[in-house]
């Protein structure tokens, strides 16, 4: 027989209250969108920033010999390699403050210290968050329209290299595969000016051959990826925010009414 009341048993069970509540009190949608954001927003910035630097690389290498001709794309690079510094900081501490509003919006937080007052600073805030959360959203559907751009180039030529070696295994003919080209300049990375622009035939066979062009298709592939993890961390932010602006007004009108 084990008795109905011990105090080791009532103390267990409090603590296991207290965990209960403690967990609950978690905001787990937002947990998982910041977990998200840092994971996309680190994959995207580390990724992007080597494979810009390894793309002025390609350029210089094989599209244009006349440094005057990149000069655009390379400062291009530089200043975006600075706009990444600040994008993964910028992230990092805004996701924090998405996350601790999470926290604070938390119904299960405000049902553990008691009775919840919704003041006109608190409807403020959350209100602030969504609409730059909805702001935010928008500017990196767009980054991440652009985070496609050089896939679609590097992926082109690829397949181009591919139709090379085809070309190659089917006709001895150095003529054969020669007209098969890809051009820098039709994808806006160089001028139409530039010499040469484009590369041809088994030279760009060669190119594709190489590991730095290996390595620079993979980076864009993971940055792409990472665009496309943040992006849907900006959805689940946009969900959290929203839920929590609308728990906040419906707490405000409820503390009015008592």
Same mark, same amino acid.
């Given at each position: 027989m084990i008795p109905s009341k011990q105090p080791w048993l009532l103390g267990s069970s409090g603590c296991y209250d207290c965990c209960v509540r403690c967990l609950g009190g978690i905001p787990y949608v937002s947990l998982v969108a910041t977990l998200l954001c840092f994971s996309g927003v680190a994959l995207f910035c580390g990724c992007g920033h080597v494979a810009l630097t390894e793309t002025e690389k390609l350029v210089e290498m094989y599209f244009a010999h006349n440094?005057?001709?990149? +000069?655009? @794309?390379?400062? !291009?690079?530089?200043?975006?390699?600075y706009v990444i510094y600040g994008l993964a900081s910028f992230f990092f501490l805004y996701c924090i403050l998405l996350l601790a509003e999470g926290f604070y919006t938390t119904s299960a937080i405000k049902q553990t210290y008691g009775d919840y007052r919704s003041t006109r600073c608190g409807r403020?805030?959350?209100?602030?968050?969504?609409?730059?959360?909805?702001?935010?959203?928008? +500017?990196? @559907?767009?980054? !991440?329209?652009?985070?496609?751009?050089?896939?679609?180039?590097?992926?082109?030529?690829?397949?181009t290299c591919h139709t090379i070696n085809l070309l190659t295994e089917s006709s001895s003919s150095l003529n054969q595969h020669g007209w098969v080209c890809i051009d820098a300049r039709q994808y806006g990375l160089l001028p139409w000016n530039a010499t040469p622009g484009k590369v041809c035939g088994l030279t760009l066979a060669a190119i594709c051959k190489t590991k730095q062009f290996f390595l620079t298709y993979d980076l864009y592939v993971a940055a792409f990826a990472g665009a496309g993890i943040t992006l849907l961390a900006l959805f689940v932010y946009v969900i959290a925010t929203t839920y929590n602006f609308a728990v906040m007004r419906f707490m405000g009108?409820?503390?009015m009414t008592r």
């Open positions: 440094h005057q001709d990149y +000069i655009i @794309l390379a400062n !291009f690079v530089q200043y975006f390699q403020c805030i959350s209100t602030t968050f969504v609409v730059v959360t909805y702001i935010l959203t928008v +500017i990196w @559907l767009v980054v !991440f329209a652009f985070s496609a751009v050089p896939v679609y180039f590097l992926y082109n030529m690829s397949f009108r409820k503390s």
